[in-house]
């Protein structure tokens, strides 16, 4: 069965510090990857996303990723974090060759300390 | 971007009382639409698939009779839920995609409570 794993449930991380979120998935095909960010009581920004190509992805907010196959992972990454980072991080796959329904992961919630 | 809202953002309501739930697609036409829960800090778990024109996909264990989908133009999906009890309290987030598009667009969610 399709399934997303984000190992941490809770990161802190200091303003202006670097941040890696990781994300496994399993699936057999080929994915369609996302990363989706939801603040408190909103909905979801869609951050980026990976279809094919380039394994290294570039998002909004200077966010990255990058897929592995060889990994099954699909890791969020930002070289600075600023305050306004803080909030609830999804990593989705996409179930089918149209990318429709989204299986997500348990989310890792993002703290940033002074 | 691609636009989605929602409508209401927030009810409350007495048990047994539908509430009815609208997702529109602000600037594009939106042939499919999603239906997530999200229960307090939990993921979002699907629960029904709708096709403009056509009836719902509805997940396992979700009660079709329950969660009234109704996607009956290209811009516009609706949720009802009938007779709400207290346990169906709860974040309700719609997202659409358009024809040949792979990325689905979210609103910004809307949160139901039953009393």
Redesign the interface.
Same mark, same amino acid.
């Given at each position: 069965a399709q399934s997303v794993t984000q190992p941490d449930i809770h990161i802190t991380v200091s303003e202006g510090a670097s941040l890696e979120l990781r994300c496994n998935y399993s699936y057999g095909a080929t994915p $369609?990857l %996302?990363w $989706?960010v939801q603040s408190p #009581? &909103? =909905?979801? &920004? +869609?951050l980026l /996303?990976y %279809?094919s190509g380039d394994t290294l992805v570039q998002g909004i907010k200077g966010f990255e990723a990058e897929f592995k196959r060889s990994q099954s992972s699909f890791n969020l990454r930002k070289p600075s974090v600023h305050w306004s980072d803080a909030a609830e991080y %999804?990593c989705a796959v #996409?179930l089918n060759q149209? #990318?429709?329904? +989204?299986?997500? =992961? /348990? =989310?890792t919630t993002l703290s940033v300390s002074s | 971007g691609a636009v989605v809202s929602q409508h209401p953002s927030r009810v409350i309501c007495k048990s047994g009382t539908s509430v009815k739930i609208e997702c529109r697609s602000l600037d594009f036409q939106a042939t499919t639409m999603f239906w997530y829960r999200q229960f307090p800090k939990q993921s979002l778990m699907l629960m029904a698939t709708s096709n403009e024109g056509s009836k719902a996909t509805y997940e396992q264990g979700v009660e079709k009779d329950k969660f009234l989908i109704n996607h009956a133009s290209l811009t516009l999906s609706t949720l009802t839920v009938t007779s709400a009890h207290p346990e169906d309290s709860s974040f309700y987030i719609c997202s659409a995609r358009g024809l040949r598009e792979e990325t689905q667009y979210f609103g910004p969610g809307t949160r139901l409570l039953v009393l």
């Open positions: $369609y %996302f $989706y #009581g &909103q =909905g979801l &920004q +869609l /996303k %279809f %999804f #996409g149209a #990318g429709t329904a +989204l299986i997500f =992961g /348990k =989310g | -």
